[in-house]
């Protein structure tokens, strides 16, 4: 296909940032958004320039001239779009956290290899510039064997049940929000982790306000993360080697800098600035992948999802949270 045309499911704070980003896309285009409310659908619309406006989002997967749906509902509401949507035959980016459980997560990812259809998890920070040289230095053996990361990333938001970060019913607490973004990191740079540790603060909805979490591996490797809603933190992540280590400056999750300080050299300072908000990176990836007609990507493939989602299933029991999945029909 010339043109890859793009869906918005979610006409939210995030979705507006994300298509702004779509002018630096080769070969995209977003024609259609799809919301609950049909006002906030044509208001999107027209501030976007977007030619559709959906009342549902059945409405847009029954869309002919949509090939790929942005997911950007909150997250209990991804498992029933994603699912139908892959049923539909469209390709889907679905934004972090994926789900707010490992059997929702499983079920699709069943979905997209069942079907052929291209899923993946919308984890920009992958496919920023500076982590993806940086896993290049790591892969060249530029700071040895990786033993270790440490990742944080808080927010102070605000103290209000009905608020997104507070509210269960539409997938609040640190660790979906946030805490997602170090928990992926992490295992991007060392793999599943053995053993998973968090010790946290629950709110009285029943949320997590914030945690700390390890990881352990046989081999004696360990990531040491922290996440808050309850204080702002720097949002710095280093990488460990036996050789030397790689900074990744603040904020780590969408960084324009990292620094690598190799025993016997100078700290080497990197500095690849992002195209656009950020997102161009991602959406790019998607673009080319759907129009390749590859059923997943190789730098943010679906098993790294699924593993991620039960970290994050580990770190829920442990603090006693009871996440409130969505039904898996619209």
Known sequence: MSIVRWGVVGPGRIASKVVQDFPHVPGAEVVAVASRSAERARTFAATHGIGRAHDSYRAIIEDDGVDVLYIATPHPQ?????LAALRAGKAVLVEKAFTVTPAATREIAELAAKTGVFAMEAMWTRFMPTIVRARELMADGAIGSAVAVQADLGVRAPID????FY???IGGGALFD??????????????????????????????DVEEAVLFGYPDGRSASLFASLRCATPGQARMLGTD???????RFHHPDTVILCRAGHEPETITLPHTGGGYTHELREVTECVRAGRPESAVMPLADTIAVQDIMGQV???LGMVPQEGPAEL
Do not use: C, K
């Open 161 to 164: 049940p009905e608020d997104r």
């Open 316 to 318: 829920a029991d442990q």
């Open 178 to 207: 946030v805490g997602v973004y170090p928990i992926s990191f992490a295992q991007m740079v060392l793999g599943t982790p053995d053993s998973v540790t968090a010790h946290g603060v629950l709110a009285p909805g029943g949320v």
């Open 78 to 82: 991804h498992r029933a779009v994603t």
């Open 167 to 169: 509210n269960p019913v």
């Open 244 to 250: 030397g280590w790689i900074d990744v400056l603040p």
